[in-house]
């Protein structure tokens, strides 16, 4: 049987606790959360935060307003060094994914507010003459300014404001992999994977990963053409699910989505593995002040 190590990266997906953040309302609604040890910051912004009542608030009234204020703010702390890194790529932020948003801001500081990210992961594998599963892995740049040389997905990315889910896949497939823009749209949908974590920085990483399989030939080998990964890999399953059980080789929430494909084509099992409905469970996690 399968041992429990795999449930630990579901426990450090969802590894927060809600006292330890202050809730950003907008518009009577929760966009997001900010850490109490980073208040501070925001009290220092008092033209464009307002806290009260225990409820962080925005000062500027409209979408514009609210966009081109704090993108100034995360500027300055982007050259203060509070930001580690600016990415030049705006991030909508809603209540939900598909309704107005409120704001844009930085893909860099959007776990500094706690806000809900989205991104894309895809699956990409090939069947041996066995029928056997193999699927590609991706080694981070060593030069990336998160999780360098880590282990990853075949092609994964954010999802910026105007993108749809499948815009942003075709658009990272050509990019890290070299696939075609014929071959991955025939990438299937497969769900969603949420979790919401504490960061090493102490903000809150609160994400929705879109997640897409896709049957590659037999002959393909990506090519990765924007600098952001070093090596790629075929392996068989039992070699990821040894990498995922025993070691941190992998980016941490690509844990999540290698467990969910190892459990979607039955390489996981109730048979085969303690808490079974525990690892299913832990895929979808929230946030939530209520």
């Not at 860099?108 to 991104?119: E, R």
Request: charged share 25%; aromatic share 12%.
């Amino acid at each position: 049987m399968k041992n429990n190590n795999l449930l630990r990266w579901i426990e450090i997906c969802n590894d927060y606790k809600k006292e330890d953040f202050i809730p950003l309302i907008v518009d009577n609604e929760l966009l997001g959360a900010i850490s109490k040890k980073r208040l501070n910051l925001f009290e220092n912004e008092k033209e464009v935060f307002v806290f009260e009542n225990g409820i962080l608030n925005l000062k500027p009234q409209t979408f514009e307003d609210r966009t081109f204020e704090i993108e100034k703010v995360m500027k300055k702390w982007f050259q203060q060094g509070i930001i580690k890194h600016w990415k030049n790529e705006p991030y909508r932020v809603s209540k939900e994914f598909n309704s107005q948003p409120k704001f844009l801001i930085e893909r860099a500081a959007a776990s500094l507010l706690g806000i809900q990210k989205y991104g894309v992961h895809l699956n990409g594998f090939v069947r041996d003459e066995e029928n056997q599963i193999k699927m590609w892995i991706g080694r981070r740049s060593a030069t990336s300014g998160l999780f360098p040389s880590k282990l990853d997905q075949l092609v994964a990315g954010g999802l910026g404001a105007g993108f749809t889910p499948l815009e942003t896949l075709i658009k990272e497939c050509e990019e890290e992999a070299n696939i075609s823009k014929q071959l991955a749209q025939q990438a299937t949908s497969v769900g969603v994977i949420t979790y919401c974590m504490t960061s090493e920085q102490g903000n809150l990483n609160r994400d929705a990963l879109f997640i897409y399989d896709l049957e590659l030939p037999s002959d393909f080998v990506p090519e990765n053409t924007d600098g952001e990964t070093q090596a790629f890999y075929l392996w068989d399953l039992n070699e990821i699910m040894q990498l995922i059980e025993n070691t941190e080789e992998f980016k941490i929430n690509c844990n999540l989505v290698v467990i969910d494909f190892l459990i979607r084509h039955g390489f996981i099992t109730p048979e085969n593995t303690p808490n079974y409905l525990t690892l299913i469970q832990g895929l979808h996690g929230s946030f939530h002040f209520n």
